[in-house]
């Protein structure tokens, strides 16, 4: 594995927003879901497709805080704008679990 300088790190742009909306994306060839996610007033919204479907239902998820990375450019999946990377772990069986904070904090914080 190779190493990256403090300085590199600090340049990827990884924050904390809500979920405000999630829909089902049957256009998307694997199964995802589209995400709109609040990152506070300095972010505003953006929009994710991520693949959660296996572990988690429409439903549950707006109102969650997730955590993303921002600046890694925009992505076309199946004609959706994906504005941002929304965070998460294998669980054993490979299924996406999101990476949260244990304890609501403001939208838009920037993990350090």
């Given at each position: ?57 429409l439903e549950e998820l707006v109102g969650r805080q ?33 990476l949260a904070p244990t304890c609501a904090v403001p ?6």
């Amino acid at each position: 594995m190779s190493t990256i300088s403090y300085d590199e790190f600090d340049k990827v742009d990884i924050r904390v927003g809500t979920i405000v909306e999630a829909e089902e994306f049957p256009r998307a060839r694997k199964p995802l879901y589209r995400l709109r996610i609040d990152f506070g007033p300095e972010v505003g919204e953006r929009q994710s497709a991520a693949g959660l479907p296996a572990r988690y239902v429409l439903e549950e998820l707006v109102g969650r805080q997730v955590v993303a990375v921002l600046n890694l450019g925009v992505r076309n999946i199946a004609g959706f704008e994906s504005q941002c990377l929304t965070l998460g772990l294998p669980d054993e069986e490979g299924e996406t679990i999101l990476l949260a904070p244990t304890c609501a904090v403001p939208n838009g914080g920037k993990l350090f």
